[in-house]
C-alpha cells in the first residue's frame, strides 16, 4: 500500500494550488480519504475528508476555499485550493480508511501519505 502526494509548492497569497493523492497497492474507491496539514511547529490538523460515496467535510478555516474530490477509476484524491494565505503554509498528507465512514480523526486513518509541501508567500 502507497500513498504518493503531489502538486505542492511555493505559491503567493491569493494564488491557487492542486494536490493529487495517488494510492496504490490496492484499490481504495469504497474508502474514505483525507487530506490533514501540519505547520512548523504545531501540531497536525485536518483539512477535509471525502467518504466512499464522496460526502465531503471541511474544517472551517478552509471551507469555501478550498474542495476535496475524488477519481474512482484512478485511485486519487484532489484537493484544489484556491485563495491560499499565509496560514495555509505547511506539509499536506493525504490518509486513506478502511472504511467508507469519512472521519476528521486522524487516528483513525490507517495509511498516511509521506507529505507535501506547500508554501504561501505573502
Known amino acids: 500500500v502507497q500513498l504518493v502526494e503531489s502538486g505542492g509548492g511555493l505559491v503567493q497569497a491569493g494564488g491557487s494550488l492542486r494536490l493529487s493523492c495517488a494510492a496504490s497497492g490496492r484499490t481504495f474507491s469504497s474508502y474514505a480519504m483525507g487530506w490533514f496539514r501540519q505547520a512548523p511547529g504545531k501540531e497536525r490538523e485536518f483539512v477535509a475528508t471525502?467518504?466512499?460515496?464522496?460526502?465531503?467535510t471541511y474544517a472551517d478555516s478552509v471551507k469555501g476555499r478550498f474542495t476535496i474530490s475524488r477519481d474512482h477509476a484512478k485511485n486519487t484524491v484532489y484537493l484544489q485550493m484556491n485563495s491560499l494565505k499565509p496560514e495555509d503554509t505547511g506539509v499536506y498528507y493525504c490518509?486513506?480508511?478502511?472504511?467508507?465512514?469519512?472521519?476528521?480523526?486522524?487516528?483513525?486513518?490507517?495509511?498516511w501519505g509521506q507529505g507535501t509541501q506547500v508554501t504561501v508567500s505573502s
Open positions: 490518509a486513506v480508511r478502511r472504511s467508507p465512514l469519512r472521519t476528521i480523526r486522524g487516528d483513525e486513518y490507517d495509511y
Open positions: 471525502i467518504s466512499g460515496s464522496s460526502s465531503t
